[in-house]
Every structure is written in C-alpha cells, then in structure tokens.
T-cell receptor, first 114, second 113 residues
C-alpha cells in the first residue's frame, strides 16, 4: 500500500531533550516536506526537500533540522525542544513531476513539550 | 504575510445543498492550487487541484474555480453529504524552481442531515 509513515504518532517530552520524528514513504517520491498544524494558523511548512541531499527552509524552520540521505526517509530533528514546538506535525511527499501538484500526507505526529 | 487566506473559519450547509468554500491569494507565482480535506486524528487528504493556466476543474461532486484576475479560488461541493463534514484547506504551490506549498488556515464545513 502506498503510504507515508510517521513515528512516533504521539510523544510527550521535556524541554531540551533532543528528539527525532521519522518519516518514510514507499512511493519513490522525489519531494518530501514537513508541516506543523496549530489552531488558527493552518498548516505551515517547516522544511522541504526536492531530492536526496537537497533541503530548504519553509516558512517556520527555526528550532528544527532535517536531513535527506535516502530518497525514502526525511526525519525531522528537534535538537532542543521548547514548549512553543508543541504541535501536530505532518510529513508529506510528492513525485517531482506530479500532474496535479498533489501532496501525500502521513497521519501526523502529536508532540507535547513540557 | 499570509499569502493564502481562507476568511471563513466555518460553514454550515444542509444535506443535498451546495457547499462553497472560498480562498484568496496574494501572490501570482503559483502554478497549482489544491484543496485538502481533513478529519480529526488523520492526515489531510487530497481532493482536487487546478493548474494556474485553467479556470475550472471538475471531479465528481467537487469543482474548483480559479479567478486569476481576482486572485480567488473556490471549491463547490454538490450535493453536500454529511460525510463531507471536515476541515478544508486550500493550498498553493510556488513556481520559483522549488516547490513551496502555502496553506490557508482552513474552513470547518458542517453538513446538516
């Protein structure tokens, strides 16, 4: 089944404790990206990657890191989480030549930073 | 500076009637406009998109209209069904050589039986 898989789905952590949210897609998509969803703010892009070893900042990259060493994986790293990073996170992927521009989303990871 | 705006946070419609969701944008450097539907505890699901060179795209009960002069797009759902109750996001993809997606803040649609 074609899908984007995120882990963990739920996580409660404390300020300053490094964490990684993994994202993997099995559709051989070139493009991958991360979003956060906050009440009243919609979905905001954190980072995106056009292909392996090519990443770029979205609209809200502060406090996050990413890497794209393999085509299928695009982990989101919070080196020193803070409470303002409490949010619902989504990973998404897309083929580079999509005829519709469609993004395929994972099911989300709810992160709480205490 | 929010480049994609959904000014109606919520909308209620009777089952069987038309639902019209609206979205405005402020940047002309978009090549695709998309609509996503989101249920609680799930990821957004793609509904329909439209290329910036077109003014209408239809898929079953869903039609998207693009008015480039007004920088406005709308999603029509006809007929509306209770299962359509969800949050709808419009989004736009930039054409600057890299794909940045900018989303609106969402409209919560409630279809009343």
């Amino acid at each position: 089944e074609a899908q984007v898989t995120q882990n963990p789905r739920y996580l409660i952590t404390v300020t300053g404790k490094k964490l990684t949210v993994t994202c993997s897609q099995n559709m051989n998509h070139e493009y991958m990206s991360w979003y956060r969803q906050d009440p009243g703010l919609g979905l905001r892009q954190i980072y995106y990657s056009m292909n392996v070893e090519v990443t770029d900042k979205g609209d809200v990259p502060e406090g996050y890191k990413v890497s794209r060493k393999e085509k299928r994986n695009f982990p989101l790293i919070l080196e020193s989480p803070s409470p303002n990073q409490t949010s619902l996170y989504f990973c998404a992927s897309s083929p580079g030549d999509s005829p519709t521009g469609e993004l395929f989303f994972g099911e989300g990871s709810r992160l709480t930073v205490l | 500076d929010q480049q994609v705006k959904q000014n109606s946070p919520s909308l209620s419609v009777q089952e069987g009637r038309i639902s019209i969701l609206n979205c405005d944008y402020t940047n002309s450097m978009f090549d695709y406009f998309l609509w996503y539907k989101k249920y609680p505890a799930e990821g957004p699901t793609f509904l329909i998109s439209i290329s910036s060179i077109k003014d209408k795209n239809e898929d079953g009960r869903f039609t998207v209209f693009l008015n480039k002069s007004a920088k406005h797009l709308s999603l029509h759902i006809v007929p509306s069904q209770p299962g359509d109750s969800a949050v709808y996001f419009c989004a736009a993809r930039t054409t600057s050589g890299t794909y940045k997606y900018i989303f609106g803040t969402g409209t919560r649609l409630k279809v009343l039986a």
